[in-house]
């Protein structure tokens, strides 16, 4: 395997940061990941790729150094306090990527089909749409701190898998499930920051494509992508040290990445790979997306994601194991998705 290959498999985003401070942890983090680099750059076994993608990583090597200190800078002065020099040295970083920002449209005729839970107790709530949507502008108060959204300001959290739901939400005995569909049309699609990819197994992916596609340019431009951008990925992917805490310091960078989403226009959200802790969760191939808000309707829904996405009814489960989803929740209702 090529030596730029080699780095998709050695820097996979399960991370966890220990004893040490963000920037500490990733100041570690990105020197290892730079110098592995640059060395897998000038290295002579990249038959496979080529020497125009070492090329193209030796010249962007500059840019991914700039942004990696850049990150870290943003820990640096948030912890003295300046979260307003913080946030703008945050946003001029996204900029600065945002041409090599991995991106994914929602399009095509396949479903883009993806599950909510709701944990239920008696009389929790009632068993509709609505409930299963994001939670309305007119309850901000119930919006708890994500790793995509701050409180008082609602997101959609979505996930590949029922199962993956379940993990995310804690495994509750109890629970309510829709599905959703995202949109297909594409002059009404969905764009997304593009976290989710598993490295190992796409490194065997570049493999094949190296060997099989024609156009060698194109794979080499998006190999690039997933090289560049992963000193931001690693950023939003450790896992959370301190879950009970008050304060989470491995959401910092996330969140600021969906203020630049609200302000940039051109995203709707992040499609982003688990950070759970159980082993279960990784071995899963799932991902989840985060959907942002910002213009509601007089029921204090978001406009765009009310009129896109269509859910179906949702349905009351009762399950203390992965068998249990699959034995309760039935694909009978798919037939009544619509619009709420």
Known sequence: ????????????????????????????NYDNYLK?????????????????????????LPDIKKISDDIIKVFLLYDRG?????????????????NHLMYRYYTGNDFNTYYRIRPHKTDNFDLCRKELFHIPISKKHLVRTERYSMPGHPCLYLSSQEELCWFECNKPEEFAIA???????????????????????LMHSFFCWFHNENDKDSVRKYLLKHLYSYPLRAACSVKVEYPEGNFK????????????????????????ESSSNSDE???????????????????????????????????LVKATSVDDITKSYREDNYDTRQYF
Request: proline fraction near 3%.
């Open 281 to 315: 969760v990784k071995f899963m191939g799932g991902h989840n997306i985060v959907l942002v808000t910002s213009n509601y309707d007089p029921d204090g829904y978001d406009k765009k994601l009310r009129k896109l996405i269509k859910i179906c009814e949702p349905v």
């Open 36 to 60: 592995d680099l640059a060395y897998a750059a000038n290295s002579t076994n990249n038959q496979l790729v080529g020497k125009e993608m070492s090329e193209l990583v030796i010249k962007h």
């Open 179 to 201: 599905r959703f569909e995202l949109p297909r049309d594409e002059d009404n699609c969905l764009k997304f920051i593009d976290f989710s990819e598993k490295l190992m197994p």
């Open 249 to 272: 310091e491995e959401y910092i960078i996330p969140q600021m990445l969906v203020q630049w989403i609200l302000i940039d226009d051109d995203f709707d959200g992040v499609r982003y």
């Open 82 to 98: 300046k979260i307003i020099s913080a946030s703008n040295l945050a946003f001029e970083v996204f900029s600065f990527m945002k």
């Open 1 to 28: 395997m090529d030596d730029l290959l080699e780095i998709l498999d050695k820097y996979k985003c399960h991370l966890k940061r220990g004893s040490l401070s963000m920037a500490e942890y990733l100041k570690i």
